[in-house]
């Protein structure tokens, strides 16, 4: 072989190699996705239950997400500890109970229609132990919106002169200041189904809903019905 | 050099008229079959006004194509068998120098076809009232007569719906009477989408700001898919929904079972207004 076939050989060689590893980190990349957590059983219940405890943070932090410690996330409660996680492994004809502690201010929902609740048991939501079936819109910080099961959510702010607010998550519900809102919803057939947050809480995105809204594993996840 | 004349060969068909031929008894046996049996099949339906309008228009635009494709295809087809290399010789093909009266034809006949398709697209886009498809906040033409007014509002990653004459209620799905004229008006919260009812032959842009209006009558009771037809973030793909075509009775039941469950939310929603300015960036800013 020429000196000229061998480094085209290894030209031709080095781009195949270069080509592959730049086709397997995009694929790795698009199809990364968090580790589902798995809902825990509720002993007792009549019906078949499991329970989701959740957080949302406006600064998840660089314990959950080192390359974005600054984007607001939702957490799970799992084994103990709280983990960056949204995709969620629910029982398929189960009821689903929801706590969600409320860790950021407020934003706003840019459809107040959204500030409504529907789709849980009974069309309502507890929030700090109040029933109520909307929220003021102007006092949304998040959503937990599942559509097509039509489960709509809205999690109202912590005020801004709360005190001991969580500037990092995880947050200390303990401690720290927060709103708890607590709802059920039933899960229906097996399937895959997409949940979101509508609020445009990505501060410093394009719209508010660039970042964190857009990336799943954030203030996006998965329900599935198995 | 020889002085010897080369042999002879068999002499060479009326090829033009032969093709000519071939072409004509193809198109004509092609034709029925586009109009009459392959036509109605299109999409998108006959779920409206509009879609029932758009399968004419794909029939027609269909019809004058084929012609064309079986010219191509035809063509093709015969140039292989006929003028194929014999075998076992490289054979120099004649001097080809131009058909004027060929190339004019040519010019001729398609740009005949492409204007007299642009002009009965003109004109079918606005006897149809745009045709399904979105025509700005004031469209040239309007169906006369009494119509419903209802709002769809895209937002990421969800449509939803108003309905102005029912004390401006908004909803999660659409819902429409049949066979009444739908006077819809597709606008956005964000970034741009298209709302897309398939069934219904919608199609429309959902631009922030933008009042875009289109018109529709379904005609059928029936159920109809709803996308989003432009590409708007990580959930476009699942911003997917079914909405109903319903008889008066049952819509007017529904709509008001819908201003009953949302009257607590309605009172804290803006004036319905064609447009809506949401503050985007209270957080970002």
Redesign the interface.
């Known amino acids: 072989m020429s000196t000229t076939a061998r480094k085209l050989a290894g030209v031709i060689g080095a781009v195949i190699v270069l080509g592959v590893l730049i086709g397997l980190y995009i694929s790795s990349w698009a199809v990364s996705a968090p580790n589902p957590v798995t809902a825990t059983p509720v002993a007792g219940a009549t019906v078949p239950t499991t329970s989701l405890t959740l957080q949302t943070d406006a600064a998840v932090g660089p314990q959950e997400s080192p390359n974005h410690p600054d984007w607001v996330s939702y957490l799970v409660k799992t084994g103990g500890r709280w983990v960056r996680s949204t995709i969620f492994t629910v029982p398929a004809n189960s009821l689903v109970h929801v706590t969600v502690y409320q860790f950021d201010g407020d ?2 929902l ?7 609740v ?1 789709g849980t048991v009974g ?1 309502t939501e507890m929030v700090d132990g109040k029933a109520v ?2 929220i ?2 102007e006092e949304a910080s998040h959503t937990f ?1 599942v ?2 099961l ?1 489960v ?1 959510a809205p999690l109202p702010g912590v005020p801004e002169e709360a005190k001991n607010q969580c500037e990092v998550g995880p947050c200390d519900p303990a401690t720290m200041a927060h709103r708890t809102i607590e709802f059920t919803f039933r899960t229906g057939k097996k399937g895959r189904y ?1 949940w ?1 947050c ?1 609020v ?6 394009y ?3 660039g970042g964190p ?4 594993g954030y203030m ?1 996840g998965f329900i599935d019905v198995v | 050099m020889s002085s010897e004349a080369p042999a002879a060969g068999p002499p060479e068909p009326d090829h033009a008229r032969r093709f000519g031929v071939i072409w004509l008894v193809s198109t004509l046996i092609a034709l029925p079959l586009v109009i009459f049996v392959l036509g109605p099949n299109l999409p998108p339906g006959h779920g409206s006004d509009v879609a029932s309008g758009q399968v004419t228009d794909n029939t027609v635009l269909t019809a004058m194509a084929t012609p064309v494709l079986l010219l191509v295809v035809i063509y093709l087809i015969y140039a292989i068998v006929n003028f194929r290399q014999p075998k076992g010789g490289m054979l120099e093909g004649p001097a080809v120098r131009g058909n004027a009266g060929l190339q004019t034809t040519w010019i001729i006949v398609t740009g005949a076809l492409v204007l007299s398709l642009a002009v009965y697209g003109t004109v079918r886009l606005e006897q149809g009232y745009g045709a399904g498809s979105g025509s700005g906040p004031k469209p040239l033409t309007v169906p006369s007569g009494k119509k419903l007014p209802v709002q769809v509002i895209a937002q990421q990653w969800a449509f939803t719906y108003r309905y102005p004459t029912y004390g401006g209620v908004e909803t999660t799905h659409l819902e429409l009477p049949v066979n009444e004229d739908i006077e819809l008006h597709v606008t956005s919260l964000d970034v741009i989408h298209s709302f897309w009812a398939y069934q219904l032959g919608v199609k429309a842009d959902a631009n922030p700001g933008v009042d875009n209006v289109t018109f529709v009558k379904p005609t059928k009771i029936q159920t109809f898919e709803v996308h989003c037809a432009e590409l708007c973030g990580l959930w476009h793909g699942a911003m997917y929904d079914h909405g109903k075509v319903v008889s008066d009775a049952d819509f007017e039941t529904w709509i008001h079972e819908e201003q009953r469950t949302f009257a607590a939310t309605t009172k804290v929603l803006p004036p319905y207004a064609t447009t809506y300015a949401p503050e985007p960036v209270r957080r970002g800013s």
């Open positions: 934003s706003g840019r459809n107040p229609f959204l500030s409504a529907q069309g079936n909307h003021n819109p919106v559509p097509q039509g709509f997409r979101q509508f445009p809480c990505a501060a410093g995105t719209f508010n809903f809204m857009q990336t799943l996006d």
